[in-house]
Nanobody, 115 residues
């Protein structure tokens, strides 16, 4: 059974940093593109970063230069280093693997950034 367990969220002041982790199970992670998404209250879930099986990364413009996605296939984990956090980064953060099946969403991890 495919599963994603996110951790590392918390409350930080603007300008602070958080490091999120995603533990992946039930798939051969090494051949999958993995993405981090966030969902703010009242908003849709949006991909903010993804990393291909080859390690190529892509980011939404709002987080470029501040967030870094990485992966450790041996540990079956994906990470999101978030620096210079802004209040608009406040959201629940989720990870998933392409093709982003809705049945695979985990509980997410809450990130709250105070101004």
């Amino acid at each position: 059974q495919v599963g994603f367990v996110e951790s590392g969220g918390g409350l930080v002041q603007a300008g602070g940093s958080l490091s999120l982790s995603c533990r992946v199970s039930g798939i051969i992670m090494a051949i999958q593109r993995i993405g981090w998404f966030h969902q703010a209250p009242g908003s849709e879930r949006v991909m903010v970063a993804n990393i291909t099986a080859q390690g190529r990364t892509s980011y939404v413009d709002s987080v470029k230069g501040r967030f870094t996605i990485s992966r450790d296939n041996a540990k079956a984990e994906v990470y999101l280093q978030m620096n210079n956090l802004k209040p608009e980064d406040t959201a629940v953060y989720y990870c998933n693997a392409e093709p982003w099946r809705s049945a695979n969403w985990g509980e997410g991890t809450q990130v709250a950034v105070s101004s």
